[in-house]
């Protein structure tokens, strides 16, 4: 069934010169690589981590609170390279700061409360420095087994930049490789001879290029309709595709309905957020967005389906600025 709405989907919209392909496609990274002629090394440690995004720093500054020793590799030749290299320029943080904030350490008191990017970064850089945390570059995990008699991981990683295969022994594996890190394109029929050009949303960094092109947002999560409002705002005649039912919410909605989360039932929480939304956003169901059945917070504690905080995008909805197509329509 996705496959004809992909492919008639294409054919409907071949009146674009650009997509943009959004978190339709995420997955998590399979580890495998060639690993022949590669020169093997054995590495003993307590603990290996597997990824120096914030999980995989945030788990480093703990363990050595706790003077616990460990590796962190990271396939990448930087940390966070999701925040510094795959993010759009205008992103903040979609949550407020005190849900973001990595253990141990907190933002400095003058932080704005949604961070923006290149502050998250900096605060990054400065949490490596203050756990001197040593992540082993450019080097990437292939496999992992656990050895159930001797009780500990086999990894076999490998430098990427000296052919090297280096198999770890630990006693303790964390994985903290991440859920939006690799750009996942589906296969759509026709894609490939689309004549304008087709980027993932990792990719996209700014409006500013594609100002008086058309272009169309394949996608309606959190990045599908920050880009949409991004790309419109810069002069771009913006359409965007919306396949399922979305919450949208403010962002001050979601802070609240976090900070309620502690204390009051999800249920409880989520008729609040959505009679609250259904107040400010007013009904969207004509514009093309209607709501899940199931409320924002249980959905996301279910599914794991965050709810879209919007950044302006739905007033350029509500005024035919984004134009909206709904698959089922395009069947
Ligand atoms: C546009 C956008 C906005 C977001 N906004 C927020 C927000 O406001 N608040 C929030 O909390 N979250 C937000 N997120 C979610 C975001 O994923 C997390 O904030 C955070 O980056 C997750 O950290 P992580 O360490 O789990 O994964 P990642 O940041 O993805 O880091 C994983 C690391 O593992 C490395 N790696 C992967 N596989 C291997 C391997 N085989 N070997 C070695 N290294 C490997 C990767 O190169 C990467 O550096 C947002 C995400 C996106 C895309």
Not at 140 to 157: G, H
Not at 192 to 208: L, W
Not at 290 to 313: H, Y
Request: glycine share 6%; proline share 5%.
């Amino acid at each position: 069934m996705g496959y004809i709405i992909v492919q008639r989907f294409i054919q409907r919209t071949n009146k674009h010169s650009h997509l943009i392909l959004g978190p339709l496609a995420y997955h998590r990274i399979p580890f495998s690589t060639t690993l022949s002629n590669l020169v093997f090394a054995m590495e003993e440690v307590g603990v290996l981590i597997v990824g120096a995004g914030p999980a995989g720093l945030a788990t480093a500054a703990c363990l050595t609170q706790f003077s616990i020793p460990y590796v962190i590799v990271e396939r990448e030749s930087c940390s966070a390279s999701l925040w510094r290299n795959r993010a759009y320029d205008r992103l903040k943080l979609h949550l407020a700061k005190e849900f973001c904030e990595l253990p141990h350490m907190s933002y400095p008191a003058d932080a704005p409360t949604y961070i923006p990017k290149t502050l998250f970064v900096k605060y990054l850089d400065d949490y490596i420095e203050r756990f001197n945390i040593q992540p082993k570059y450019l080097t990437s995990v292939d496999s992992s087994t656990y050895d159930n008699d001797k009780k500990c991981w086999s990894i076999v990683a490998h430098d990427m930049a000296g052919c090297t295969a280096i198999n770890f022994i630990a006693k303790f594996l964390v994985v903290a490789s991440g859920e939006n890190s690799a750009e996942n394109i589906p296969v759509i029929p026709g894609l490939q001879s689309f004549p304008g050009e087709a980027m993932h949303s990792s990719r996209y960094k700014s409006g500013k290029s594609f100002s008086g092109k058309s272009v169309l947002v394949i996608g309606s999560g959190n990045s599908g309709m920050e880009i949409a409002y991004d790309l419109a705002t810069h002069g771009a005649n913006t359409s965007i595709v919306i396949r399922s039912p979305i919450h949208v919410m403010t962002k001050a909605l979601i802070r609240l309905g976090m900070t309620l989360a502690h204390r009051v039932p999800l249920n409880l929480v989520d008729n609040l957020l959505v009679a609250a939304a259904k107040f400010v956003f007013g009904d969207l169901s004509r514009h093309g967005i209607t709501m899940p059945k199931v409320g924002p917070m249980i959905l996301k504690s279910k599914t794991g389906r965050s709810a879209v905080i919007d950044v302006g995008t739905v007033g350029l909805i509500k005024q035919r600025i984004i134009q909206v197509s709904i698959l089922s329509d395009m069947i």
